[in-house]
């Protein structure tokens, strides 16, 4: 796939324009009942230490056991993002001394990860789209969580992450700015999410990236990156991105150099702050886990996984676009989230079994209703679709009922407002408010024949020439009707009785 984005993005300094090389090591919890080498539990939010075992304390003899759905979460993730699989791996011991890490070591996977080389494409804010490299993908236990907050003198530890299993997906030094970092983030969360093998939920920790950042003149060789560790939202990304390549620009402007090193983004004053620099750097002694066979998968491992995977999003996409006459905007923003894309799918099946049409004939209008007015309301009303108050089956009956006439568009919006007021269905909104749509000429006819007679100066004017007078004796005849009119039908039969 080729890079459709031409326009290089740089930061200008006192020298003129910089370039900014970005590469992202993304850390995302593996979503399983049980953690990478115990039984233990993984549920955010549980009491701290409640959710420890022997393994995970490190308990002197304790032997670690390979979690079989986390190996099967890894290779399902590296099949969606077309990537080598390793058939043979191995855990390593990375040795370094931290309060919340009681092995003291943490199981890894350094020379031999599962999954090798593999690739995301982004659509771009420009409209192009951008193909990024993904170096590799390995299995790894995370370490548990000193809390700092909870005394004044002391630090508490809390063990309930520590052995919970994360995948570790570094990219290649690909990107070129903050905005092709943040989309590359939120595409391997979508990723993540279709193949349900991470929630991507950042605000809860499932998913935070350590951010690398250098700067160069174009054309030049790469410069000294910094890394930026554990940046846990997406906005924090691009912000870490931009003031950290502008301080290197800064320094190298006056005269300086930069060193690699290991800082941290400060969210409140928007800057980054060296933590150690690489002279300080652990020394890790990698070294094969003694207490674990190297991992080999067999063909019939490998078939499974593939075959349970779901449709993907750039797959989905394209379907929505090629088959059904989705537009691209509307299909980008349906594809997203994976809950929207279902509810979309399943009010169009619905739509499909009540209206006896085919999918692609409805499907446009179908993502119009959900995008502008469904999405709309949830956002005034700060929900998530999946907390929709109206579900795919109540909104395919009014969308059914604006398709077969008994609503005009305006009076499906009118429902559309009462649905969400009241939580009933459309037909006995319907039923219960006389909201039906009039289509009826004779009914139409008798209405227009007393707006004329009540008007005859308008009459006149129009008569006379002045064509605007026809939206005026539109807007009374509605009016008379309370807006139930079918406009199509008083549009036709109004400019008989003028004419
Ligand atoms: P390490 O093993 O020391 O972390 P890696 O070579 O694995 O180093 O790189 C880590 C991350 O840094 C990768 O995501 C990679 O794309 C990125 N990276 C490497 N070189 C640069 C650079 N010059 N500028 C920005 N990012 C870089
Ligand atoms: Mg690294």
């Known amino acids: 796939m080729s890079d459709t984005n031409t326009t290089p993005y740089t930061l200008t300094g006192t020298t003129g324009p910089w370039e900014i090389v970005v590469g992202l090591e993304v850390h995302a919890q593996v979503t399983s009942k049980a953690k990478l080498f115990s039984s233990s539990d993984t549920s955010f939010g549980a009491e701290p230490n409640t959710q420890v075992s022997f393994v995970d304390a490190a308990m002197p003899g304790m032997l670690p056991v390979i979690n079989s759905e986390c190996v099967h979460q890894a290779v399902r993730t590296g099949m969606a993002l077309g990537a080598k699989i390793n058939n ?45 490299g993904i170096e590799r993908l390995h299995l790894e236990q995370d370490a548990g969580k000193s809390l700092h907050d909870q005394h004044p ?144 998968l067999d063909e019939a491992f490998l078939a499974d ?50 209206q006896n049409k085919p999918a692609a004939e409805l499907a446009r209008s179908a993502s119009n209703w959900v995008l502008s007015d469904l999405f709309g309301a949830l956002n005034a009303q700060g929900k998530a679709i999946t907390e929709s108050p109206i579900s795919p089956l109540a909104g395919a009956e009014l969308l059914s009922l604006v398709a077969d006439g008994t609503l005009s568009g305006r009076l499906g919006k009118e429902v559309f407002a009462l649905m969400l007021e009241t939580g009933k269905s459309a037909s006995a909104l319907v039923e219960e408010r006389g909201l039906k749509q009039v289509s009826d000429t004779g009914a139409i006819e008798a209405v227009i024949a007393k707006v004329i007679a009540d008007n005859p100066e308008q009459l006149a004017g129009y008569k006379a020439g002045k064509d605007k007078l026809f939206s005026f004796f539109v807007g009374q005849v509605m009016k008379a009707m309370a807006g139930k009119g079918n406009p199509a039908v008083v549009n036709d039969i109004l400019k008989r009785m003028l004419g």
């Not at 940046?231 to 991105?241: K, Y």
């Open 153 to 296: 003198t002391r630090t508490y530890v809390d063990l309930n992450r520590s052995g919970v299993a994360l995948m570790e997906i570094v990219s290649k030094p690909d990107m070129r700015s903050p905005e092709e970092a943040g989309a590359y983030v939120r595409k391997l969360r979508t990723i993540l999410q279709y193949v349900g093998s991470c929630d991507g939920n950042m605000e809860e920790g499932s998913m935070r990236a350590d951010v690398n950042v250098s700067v160069r003149k174009a054309g030049a060789e790469f410069g000294t990156r910094c890394e930026i560790k554990n940046v846990n939202s997406v906005r924090f990304v691009m912000a870490a991105i931009e003031v950290e390549a502008r301080r290197q620009i800064e320094v190298i402007e006056d005269g300086g150099t930069i060193h690699q090193e290991t800082r941290t983004y400060d969210n409140v004053k928007n800057e980054t702050r060296s933590l150690r620099s690489k002279e300080d750097a652990h020394d890790y002694r990698y070294f094969p886990d003694p207490d674990l066979l190297p991992l080999e």
């Open 305 to 354: 996984a593939q075959a349970s995977l779901p449709e993907l999003p750039d797959a989905k996409k394209h379907r929505l676009i090629h088959d059904l006459g989705v537009s691209d905007y509307n299909a980008s923003v349906l594809i997203t989230e994976k809950a929207n894309a279902d509810y979309f799918e399943e009010l169009l099946s619905v739509c499909v079994k009540t």
């Open 88 to 132: 043979w791996s191995r855990f390593d011991r990375k040795n370094y001394f931290y309060a919340d890490l009681p092995q003291g070591y943490q199981i890894s996977q350094f020379q031999y990860p599962i999954v090798g080389e593999g690739e995301i494409t982004v659509d771009l804010e420009s409209g192009g789209t951008k193909t990024i």
